[in-house]
């Protein structure tokens, strides 16, 4: 009786040795319990530096765009023509003038396509980040035209924001968008995979 006692089947033997193994790399396997709420505190001071750079922008954008300047009114004049604007940036016999010109509207709209993916994810996306930067922009554009002296509206103005806009997004503010944020689900995953799986 001490002889059958002592012997065990090799087969249990070895389910017990493959079981207590599988159960030590489940409870290895498992994320650590804090690992989430890491992730999203992460996420929500991404977010905060990006409404801080935000609003820093934005002071700096109503200075150059929504003062008024009575010495330059003989020559403003309202431009609704696409290009017109910029040919004349390009024809102006200073280079240093068409690089303000044509840059410093360029460099406006660079904080759109880098911020605006971290701070509203449902802008992330080219177009999306253009359309946000063509209507801001337009707005200004209104305001400067209607209540200023010395400004007026510039389509122009608009086109050059928006292509900033597309630049700081493809240069890095799609990565920005995508390090902070899960990835969007688009129409073509719904459209061909299904709905999204519950839990």
């Avoid at 977010?47 to 003989?74: G, I, K």
Wanted: aromatic share 6%; proline share 8%; net charge positive.
């Amino acid at each position: 009786m001490g002889i059958s006692r002592k012997h065990r089947d090799p087969a249990a033997a070895a389910d017990g040795t493959t079981a207590g193994t599988t159960a030590g790399e489940d409870a290895s396997a498992e994320p650590p319990a804090g690992a989430a709420p890491v992730a999203r505190w992460v996420r929500v001071g991404a977010m905060l530096v990006a409404f801080a750079l935000m609003v820093a922008f934005a002071v700096v954008l109503a200075r150059l765009t929504l003062e008024e300047s009575s010495a330059a009114e003989p020559m403003t004049h309202t431009n609704l023509r696409p290009g017109d604007s910029i040919r004349d940036y390009l024809t102006q016999p200073a280079f240093v003038d068409t690089v303000r010109q044509l840059g410093g509207n360029i460099l406006l709209g660079v904080p759109f396509g880098l911020l605006l993916p971290v701070l509203v994810p449902p802008a992330r996306g080219l177009l999306r980040v253009g359309l946000c930067t063509a209507a801001v922009m337009t707005a200004v554009e209104v305001v400067q035209g209607t209540f200023l002296t010395g400004r007026a509206f510039d389509i122009d103005d608009v086109i050059l924001n928006t292509t900033g806009a597309f630049l700081g997004y493809l240069s890095l503010g799609r990565r920005l968008g995508r390090a902070v944020h899960p990835p969007r689900r688009r129409w073509w995953h719904r459209l061909f995979r299904g709905p999204r799986p519950a839990g």
